[in-house]
């Protein structure tokens, strides 16, 4: 079984002084916790697909629609990334 969720950004939202263009996340969960199945979300922007975010219990992968493979990381190259090149918001 799974679980289809869409989330929605409105393409009037303003942030950082530029408008931000209209994304759309599916997200196909498992009925479980990960074990052998990876969680998928499909990404979209302006209703173009970006690509799929596979997300398992070793690793993180992307796989961008004009390929078939994926970029995988491991949980700690993908912790070390996002600290170096993500952009620090507070929660």
């Given at each position: 079984m799974l679980l289809r969720t869409q989330l929605r950004r409105s393409t009037t939202t303003q942030a950082y002084g530029w408008f931000m263009?209209?994304?759309?996340?599916?997200?196909?969960?498992?009925?479980?916790?990960v074990l052998n199945s990876d969680v998928v979300f499909t990404v979209r922007s302006d209703d173009q697909l970006l690509g799929e975010l596979l997300v398992s219990r070793g690793s993180v992968?992307?796989?961008?629609?004009?390929?078939?493979?994926?970029?995988?990381?491991?949980?700690?190259?993908?912790?070390?990334?996002?600290?170096e090149r993500g952009r620090s918001r507070w929660t």
């Open positions: 263009p209209q994304h759309e996340i599916e997200i196909e969960l498992p009925p479980k916790s992968a992307w796989r961008p629609a004009s390929h078939r493979r994926e970029f995988h990381l491991e949980w700690e190259t993908f912790d070390e990334v996002m600290r």
